[in-house]
């Protein structure tokens, strides 16, 4: 195989790659707005995955040059497809940073409400309030 064959295949094999990681970052998104956590586990080691895949191919294709027309305009693709792939990544990426921050606020809420006084039921039915030092107090 010539270096121009070479070098055609290793950008198809990266655009490839990149179109797949556009999908996996997709249904990321449609898993992060649907809130669908089970299945959002999953997407994490396949980025990780796919990424090294193109680490590898990019790194075999800096041994090829790119000169011709075909090879530059595949090129080309693969940047723009690349862009809109991070573009993608970083959005989800905030939406992960946007959850995990009511996550926390919502734990502060339950933490605080936690403290605060309860009222409870005793045995005969009547209701008790916790005071903060857990002493039960009659109503």
């Not at 195989?1 to 970052?25: D, F, I, S």
């Amino acid at each position: 195989m010539n270096q121009q064959h070479a070098a055609t295949a290793l950008l198809e094999k990266q655009l490839e790659r990149l179109k797949l990681l556009q999908q996996l970052l997709t249904e990321e998104q449609r898993v992060l707005v649907e809130r669908q956590l089970d299945s959002l586990a999953s997407i994490p080691p396949q980025k990780t995955a796919l990424l090294k895949e193109l680490q590898i191919g990019d790194q075999a294709l800096a041994k090829h040059q790119l000169d011709t027309a075909e090879l530059k305009q595949q090129a080309t693709k693969a940047k723009s497809l690349l862009k809109l792939c991070k573009e993608l990544n970083e959005s989800n990426g905030r939406m992960i940073a946007l959850a995990m921050t009511s996550i926390g606020r919502l734990q502060n809420v339950l933490a605080k409400a936690s403290k605060q006084s309860g009222v409870t039921y005793n045995a005969q039915g009547g209701t008790s309030n916790l005071g903060r030092s857990g002493n039960v107090v009659s109503v």
